[in-house]
């Protein structure tokens, strides 16, 4: 989970401003984290708790109003968490980390994952870039092989993986929906040779970095065992005590690396 938080911090500099390089600082001063960290950390809360999801994402994104959520999750946010409303949006897919984490087979993972999604995004594909999420990180943290994973994923989910970051980075532009983020976000860990490696592929598509490294950020640190120190200790530093303590309470019940 920690990597989803990471990716999310370091990506966050570059929502707006787009790069299609690698060589870039992991962080600034303009480093924070935004919603991808916030309904990654209410996921949590729920599972630590009671798995009302919804409950949780409205309590989380009522503390933290400014955190730069979309224009229908804001408005599903306001109306106290209605229903939801059949959205296809990557927001389903960036918050899915802790349930890679938290549950004992990939049945129940996937259960849950869709769960996660259906309270805002109940469109198929929203479902699926969620459940092809959590499903990824399921397998890595059991050391199934990338290329197992990949086989996986596209035979259950039918995205097409079978590409590198420098062929999707020159035609690629931000876009928010699971089918046209998710799969580029699973090859930037796929075609990486380490955590930070993942990130960077992530961010240099020059896409809806955050979210993407969230996601890239979450399945790599699964596969690597963890996330480098310098950056695990840096993104946890940028949390609010409020959110760092839910992440620390996660940690520890489910046993995850320190970094």
Not at 187 to 206: H, Y
Request: aromatic share 12%.
């Amino acid at each position: 989970m920690l990597g989803a938080i990471s990716g999310d911090i370091i990506g966050s500099v570059f929502e707006a401003f787009p790069i299609k390089e690698k060589d870039f600082p992991l962080f600034s001063q303009g480093s924070i984290f935004t919603d991808d960290t916030v309904m990654t950390l209410a996921v949590a809360r729920a599972i630590l708790t009671d798995k009302d999801y919804g409950a949780h994402m409205v309590d989380l994104g009522r503390r933290y109003p400014h955190a730069g959520y979309g224009g229908r999750f804001a408005s599903w946010l306001a109306s106290g968490g209605g229903e939801p409303y059949n959205s296809f949006g990557n927001g389903s897919a960036m918050r899915v980390s802790p349930l890679g984490w938290a549950f004992e087979t990939l049945e129940q993972t996937l259960e849950e994952a869709e769960r996660s999604s259906v309270v805002t995004h109940n469109h198929p594909e929203g479902i699926k870039g969620a459940q092809s999420v959590a499903g990824a990180i399921y397998l890595a943290r059991h050391g199934i092989g990338k290329h197992e994973i990949m086989d996986w994923i596209s035979e259950t989910f039918g995205y097409d993986l079978d590409r590198l970051v420098e062929d999707i980075r020159p035609g690629y532009s931000f876009d928010v929906t699971c089918q046209g983020s998710v799969p580029e976000a699973i090859v930037a860990f796929l075609d990486a040779d380490d955590f930070e490696d993942a990130v960077r592929n992530a961010v240099s598509l020059g896409g809806d970095a955050d979210t993407q490294a969230c996601i890239t950020g979450a399945i790599a640190e699964a596969f690597w065992g963890g996330v480098p120190s310098h950056i695990g200790e840096k993104a946890i530093s940028i949390l609010d005590p409020f959110l760092r303590d839910i992440y620390l309470e996660f940690r520890d019940r489910f046993n995850l690396a320190k970094y």
